[in-house]
């Protein structure tokens, strides 16, 4: 079954220690993408990724990094997660643009 | 910037109506746009989408409306189903502007159907 596959779909972890949400889809896209949700905001795009090892900031990068080693992975690192990256976050890919985002299933992440 | 923006945050409808949902969008360059739905506690899942080529396209139940004249775009939902309870919100792509890749996605409206 085609899909983007992120871990862990629930996380409680306190300020300060270091996280990695995992991405990995089975569609050989070119773009991976992740994005925060949050209430009032909407999807907000934290990075994305054209190709292995090519990576770009989108609009709130602050305190995230990501790396695209493998086409088919792109992990979310929070090196030292504060309260305020309390949220709901996303992983897509698709094969351009152009094309629309298929997503995951979301990982609920809570900084206390 | 420019944006992507939906006029109604909720739409109440009975089981059984038609639901027609609207996006606006500002971005005249925006030549491909995509209707997304999102059910409680899962990710967007892709409905249906349209390019700039056409102003009209059908799919299972539901249709996508594109005026680009008034810069509008419709999802219309056929003899609503409890199971289409979610948010729904629009996408455009564009190679100017919009979102870092060329994405930039509404905030979504909240489809509420009532029995």
């Known amino acids: 079954e085609a899909q983007v596959t992120q871990n862990p779909r629930y996380l409680i972890t306190v300020t300060g220690k270091k996280l990695t949400v995992t991405c990995s889809q089975n569609m050989n896209h070119e773009y991976m993408s992740w994005y925060r949700q949050d209430p009032g905001l909407g999807l907000r795009q934290i990075y994305y990724?054209?190709?292995?090892?090519?990576?770009d900031k989108g609009d709130v990068p602050e305190g995230y990094k990501v790396s695209r080693k493998e086409k088919r992975n792109f992990p979310l690192i929070l090196e030292s997660p504060s309260p305020n990256q309390t949220s709901l976050y996303f992983c897509?890919?698709?094969f351009g643009q152009g094309y629309g985002y298929t997503f995951g299933s979301g990982t609920r992440l809570t900084i206390v | 910037g420019e944006s992507v923006g939906l006029h109604l945050p909720t739409l109440s409808v009975q089981e059984g109506d038609n639901s027609i949902i609207n996006c606006a969008y500002s971005?005249?360059?925006?030549?491909?746009f995509i209707w997304y739905k999102q059910e409680s506690g899962k990710g967007p899942q892709f409905i249906i989408d349209i390019r700039s080529n056409m102003d009209k396209r059908q799919g299972q139940r539901v249709t996508v409306l594109l005026n680009k004249t008034v810069k509008h775009l419709s999802l219309q939902i056929a003899a609503t189903q409890p199971g289409d309870s979610a948010v729904y919100f629009c996408?455009?792509?564009?190679?100017?502007?919009?979102?870092?890749?060329?994405?930039?996605f509404g905030k979504g409206t909240h489809l509420i159907i009532q029995p």
């Open positions: 897509a890919s698709s």
């Open positions: 990724s054209m190709n292995v090892e090519v990576t």
């Open positions: 971005n005249s360059a925006s030549d491909y």
């Open positions: 996408a455009e792509n564009s190679n100017s502007g919009g979102g870092a890749d060329g994405l930039t």
